[in-house]
């Protein structure tokens, strides 16, 4: 390094006898994002499941509920913390109510579209074989449904961890703090390494839901878009 | 609900809607920022999914790139943008350039590939040269999914552009990046409003856009408004 002044310091992109001594800190930051980012899936899924239902279910109830989380889908991430922060302050309950809303679009529409495009005539033959109505939801819709589920746990998941990285304004942000980290101190390491660990984290996370989606619902060859 | 009163009183303040801090200047730096972006990613995207679709090639390509563009973290891609570039609005425009790219790239190659294909036959049948049928025949019947791209970017476009405020920006992303700093709720919430109904704003007159812009054949097959082919967010 050279001994110059302190102003002719250029700070490279990755400086790595840093990163060597600082691990800790990312791998907590990846562990705070996988958390954040898995409980607003889940809470996506648990919501989700029975709002569609319902909306499959009772016609009238499908538009306003899709255009109500439509217009929660819109509202910029940044602004629903802010007007959230008010009532609920800082920190993972603001975050996880933002983030599960915006989940819940994404998981309730494919699930929507997955039970419309059930065809008749399997629903007549099950119909036909004496089903209920809930056991034809539970073993006949639900099952052939679950591949556009796979497809928008997938979108929902990758959207999620882009999203966790503006937590970091309220307090949170998994990797999103050392992005924060390094705008504050103008310094690129944790910068460069959490935006890079963190778009790996989502890629990541696609492939694993593609292979768990080929195990656990082999009769799918559906993409997600 | 003094909270909600505050919040009506500085909208109410006439300080606050005049100077460089006021609404309608930030307005503009959201809008013109915001606008700019999505012009030139929808020069740079357009040609590329159009031509993808025209010619039904690299697929995969035209459709992953909205799984990429989904994982690329809006904030962390502003921050890097802005060691590289400095202050000034050249950051902002990049990052928000590479954000808008995708929806759009991926939802015209979308809608120039569902033209039937008994319709280009037609045409080719017609005696329509290539450019003729493209222009004249398949981007009309695409209009409604390249107009879905255009406005699912310039809604994330809008969005991200809040971010921008962090990196020195203007627009409105400045009362609520500046609210979180004073520890001024109010300011904070009423930029946060502000946001929300730019956003929403944005969504509503580009289906109205659409609307108008979807030929009069089509509009009578088809229900109102398209769906998108991606479901996209990034700020």
Do not use: C
């Not at chain 1, 497809?151 to 999203?163: D, N, P, S």
């Not at chain 1, 660990?197 to 768990?212: E, K, Q």
């Not at chain 2, 699912?152 to 920006?169: E, N």
């Amino acid at each position: 390094m050279p001994s110059s002044a302190f102003l002719d310091y250029v700070d490279p992109w990755v400086n790595w006898t840093w990163l060597s001594t600082h691990v800790p800190l990312f791998t907590d930051a990846v562990l705070q994002h996988l958390t954040l980012t898995a409980i607003a899936v889940a809470g996506g899924l648990a919501l989700s499941l029975p709002l569609g239902i319902a909306a499959h279910r009772w016609r009238a109830l499908r538009n306003p509920l899709l255009g109500f989380f439509g217009v929660v889908y819109t509202i910029p991430s940044l602004a629903l913390f802010a007007l959230l922060v008010p009532y609920t302050g800082l920190g993972i309950v603001t975050a996880e109510i933002g983030l599960i809303g915006y989940t819940v679009l994404i998981l309730m529409r494919n699930l929507v579209v997955g039970l419309e495009s059930v065809p008749p005539a399997v629903l007549d033959a099950a119909d036909g074989m004496g089903y209920r109505p809930l056991a034809r939801l539970l073993f006949v819709e639900l099952p052939l449904a679950l591949p556009a589920m796979f497809a928008g746990v997938r979108i929902a998941t990758v959207t999620t961890i882009g999203l966790v990285t503006i937590t970091a304004l309220i307090g949170l942000g998994g990797l999103g703090q050392l992005i924060n980290k390094g705008l504050i101190e103008n310094f690129h390491t944790p910068l460069v390494v959490a935006t890079t660990l963190s778009i790996a984290l989502a890629l990541m996370a696609d492939l694993t839901l593609i292979g768990l989606q080929r195990v656990a619902v082999p009769w799918s060859r559906d993409t997600a878009s | 609900m003094t909270h909600l009163a505050n919040v009506v009183q500085w909208f109410a303040n006439p300080a606050h809607w005049s100077g460089p801090d006021g609404i309608p200047q930030r307005l503009v730096e959201h809008v013109q920022i915001s606008a700019e972006s999505v012009a030139i990613g929808a020069l740079i995207a357009l040609p590329i999914g159009i031509a993808l679709g025209h010619y039904g090639r690299f697929g995969n390509l035209a459709i992953n790139i909205s799984n990429v563009g989904r994982a690329l973290p809006s904030f962390g891609l502003l921050v890097i943008a802005f060691q590289v570039f400095g202050l000034g609005n050249l950051p902002i425009l990049v990052a928000l350039v590479a954000l808008a790219i995708p929806p759009m790239v991926t939802n015209s190659y979308v809608g120039l590939r569902e033209v039937d294909p008994d319709v280009r036959e037609a045409a080719r049948g017609m005696g329509y040269r290539e450019l003729t049928q493209l222009l004249r025949v398949e981007l009309p019947l695409a209009v409604p999914l390249v107009m879905a791209g255009i406005r699912t970017s310039a809604v994330q476009v809008v969005a991200t552009a809040t971010l921008a405020a962090l990196i020195a920006g203007g627009g409105f992303g400045r009362y609520v990046i500046d609210g979180f700093a004073q520890q001024d709720y109010t300011k904070l919430f009423a930029g946060a409003v502000l946001v929300a109904a730019l956003a929403m704003a944005t969504e509503l007159s580009l289906s109205g856009l659409e609307r108008l812009l979807v030929p009069r054949g089509i509009r009578l097959l088809q229900a109102p408004s398209a769906g998108r082919a991606t479901t996209f967010k990034t700020a």
